[in-house]
């Protein structure tokens, strides 16, 4: 039996906002066809996953129980990216040799970018 993730959901209030802000970190383009209650970007090449953007009423009412983590040759300059593309600083990290930064995009979801291996 496979066992294997299907895409990352994100439910949002904002669909169009959420999925630019991703869009644009990930640097892959949405589907045509977006709406203000669905959005998705596709998986294109090995390694990348779909996205999906689901408007829901609720709002994000406490922290994530569960985020994506990321990793960059050059965390300082993607967090900087990524903090013109509309993320927030939550607070960096260098614990038992690593380093990482807790980020959150247009709608509060909490995200890590750490230094890549060396």
Known sequence: MTFTPAATT???SDVAAVSAFWSATL???LDPGATSYFARISADGPGAGTWMFIGVPEPK???NRLHIDFVSDDRIAEVER???LGATRVSDHD????????????????????????
């Open 27 to 29: 640097a892959r383009p």
């Open 95 to 118: 614990e038992f040799g690593h380093r990482w930064s807790t980020l959150r995009d247009v709608e509060g979801n909490e995200f890590c970018v750490a230094d890549a291996p060396a």
């Open 61 to 63: 009412t406490a922290k």
């Open 10 to 12: 994100l439910d949002c």
């Open 82 to 84: 990524l903090l013109g």
